[in-house]
């Protein structure tokens, strides 16, 4: 009986069993739900750059606030005024002038070295009248020289030195003249910057005192350029004149001292040669007769 009785509760569990985990199967509990993920902001738009206009090549160039643009050469022919022209005629002859003056200090001008080496051949032939005539023949610095100690060797060698020195000097002093024109003009160069620099700072006081207002800068800056470029312009005329000046004088000195000491040896020769005297010419005065010498007195 209790055999009977356990078989059952077993059998009755079994169905109950079952048919709970048959729901539990057919009615599945629901998965929990995921947290929503939030989406990246979206980026700001990058507003689009305005699309560059290609420079026209055929286009002149802007003026910079209002103001014409000018040429380095206008600006300074308006800026020196009534003093451009002077100071423009003023460079021009110290360009000339310091071309000369170097042209005639050459040392071909001075000496020429064909005419030292026939000079002596000439001599030491005994060959004087040829060494004269050509001696008169060349036109450099020694020749003129040359040529006037011998046309007075007839007075004896030491007027022929003495008539070397005469015509030395006479040239060299053309020659210094000649470089004096550039001292001159450098110094007037310098007269005429300063002139200008007086006369734009005068135009510039002259704009403040009748100016009932303040006045603008251009009309003060005319005045003002005035006294600066002028003043420019002169020193840069004056002091490759005095630098020129002072070069070739000192060349030149150099060069009639070279002439005095080769005319001097060319001289040499004639120390011992006796000239005869020319013939009194007409209306020249006639020698003065030589007294006879006092004899001696009687003992």
Known sequence: ??????????????????????????????????????????AEPVPASPPVA?????????????????????????????????????????????????????????IDNAFVENFENLTKGKQYKEAFEAAKADHTFLGKIISAGLSRLTDGYTDAIAGMQEAGTA??????????????????????????T???????FTVLSTSDVSPSPSALAQGVSMAL???VIGLV???????AFTILGNLNSRRALEVAQVG?????????VSV?????????????????PASPPSA
């Open 264 to 272: 001097e040896h060319l001289m040499r020769p004639f120390k011992s």
């Open 1 to 42: 009986m209790k055999t009977i009785c356990l078989r059952l509760g077993m059998a009755f569990g079994a169905i109950f069993g079952a048919t709970s985990i048959s729901q539990a199967w057919q009615d599945p509990v629901p998965p929990a739900e995921p947290a929503a993920v939030e989406a990246p902001a979206a």
């Open 237 to 243: 005329e004056a002091i490759p004149a005095i630098m």
């Open 229 to 231: 470029v002028t003043t």
């Open 171 to 196: 040239e060299n002093m053309k020659n210094e003249h000649r470089l004096s024109y550039l001292s001159m003009l450098a110094n007037i160069a310098t007269m005429v910057g300063l002139l200008g």
């Open 276 to 292: 005869a005297k020319r013939p009194p010419t007409e209306g020249s005065p006639p020698p003065a007769k030589q007294a006879p």
């Open 54 to 110: 290609a420079p026209e090549a055929s286009s002149p160039p802007a003026d910079r606030g209002g103001v014409k643009q000018k040429n380095w050469l206008s600006w300074t022919i308006e800026a020196c005024g009534i003093f451009f022209y002077p100071q423009l005629a003023i460079m021009v002859a110290i360009v000339a002038i310091i071309g000369t003056n170097a042209y005639a200090v050459m040392r071909s001008r001075f």
């Open 198 to 204: 007086v006369a734009g700072m005068v135009a510039s």
